[in-house]
């Protein structure tokens, strides 16, 4: 079985920074993707920014030029840095590895969820 454990939320006064992070263990063999997504109050989970196996990275437009996601695929960990955080960035966000191989097949998985919360 494969976990994903997040880390790194927290409460921070807008124009702020925070930095999450996220390890997945279990019986992997290979990961193809890595991300980030989140879930605010009310509003459907949306992705905020991907990044594959080979380096190449996916931001949404909300959050391009203020957040950074960064990998260490050799410890099959995902890091994301948010800086210039705004109170509309406030949500639980998710850590998400996509194209596992373990050895028992091929899935998608899912942290628990950090909450981030961002004050005016």
């Known amino acids: 079985q494969v976990q994903l454990v997040e880390s790194g939320g927290g409460l921070v006064q807008a124009g702020g920074s925070l930095r999450l992070s996220c390890a997945a263990s279990?019986?992997?063999?290979?990961?193809?993707?890595m991300g980030w997504y989140r879930q605010a109050p009310g509003k459907q989970r949306e992705q905020v920014a991907t990044?594959?196996?080979?380096?190449?990275?996916n931001y949404a437009d909300s959050v391009k030029g203020r957040f950074t996601i960064s990998r260490d695929s050799a410890k099959n960990t995902v890091d994301l840095q948010m800086n210039s955080l705004k109170p509309e960035d406030t949500a639980v966000y998710y850590c998400?590895?996509?194209?596992?191989?373990?050895?028992?097949?091929?899935?998608?998985?899912w942290g628990q969820g950090t909450q981030v919360t961002v004050s005016s």
């Open positions: 990044i594959t196996n080979d380096g190449n990275t």
């Open positions: 279990g019986s992997i063999r290979s990961i193809g993707a």
């Open positions: 998400h590895a996509d194209w596992v191989i373990t050895s028992e097949g091929l899935g998608d998985y």
